[in-house]
């Protein structure tokens, strides 16, 4: 019986470090991924070539263009 008990306790133990070892992972990815993709995917300006963010890019008919007052899309 105290043996059961034994590899019960050592069940849970063994558990117990699997899922911390995962939350550290979890927690180091998390951490890369906002220093890496916090501006999201980079985008060429099609005039200038300027790379920038997408999220800052207008998107024209022959690509994305920068916000510079000789890139921006004619209306
Ligand atoms: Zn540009």
Redesign the pocket.
Same mark, same amino acid.
């Given at each position: 019986m105290g043996k059961l008990v034994f590899w019960i306790v050592v069940a849970f133990v063994v558990l117990f470090a699997v899922r911390l070892y995962g939350a550290a992972q979890a927690k180091k990815r998390r951490e890369l991924d906002a220093a890496h993709g916090a501006a999201g995917p980079m985008v060429r *300006?099609a005039?200038? @070539?300027?790379f920038l963010p997408k999220a800052d890019a207008l998107k024209a008919a022959d690509g994305y263009? *920068?916000r510079?007052p @000789?890139?921006l899309p004619k209306p």
């Amino acid at each position: 019986m105290g043996k059961l008990v034994f590899w019960i306790v050592v069940a849970f133990v063994v558990l117990f470090a699997v899922r911390l070892y995962g939350a550290a992972q979890a927690k180091k990815r998390r951490e890369l991924d906002a220093a890496h993709g916090a501006a999201g995917p980079m985008v060429r *300006c099609a005039k200038c @070539g300027v790379f920038l963010p997408k999220a800052d890019a207008l998107k024209a008919a022959d690509g994305y263009r *920068c916000r510079e007052p @000789g890139c921006l899309p004619k209306p």
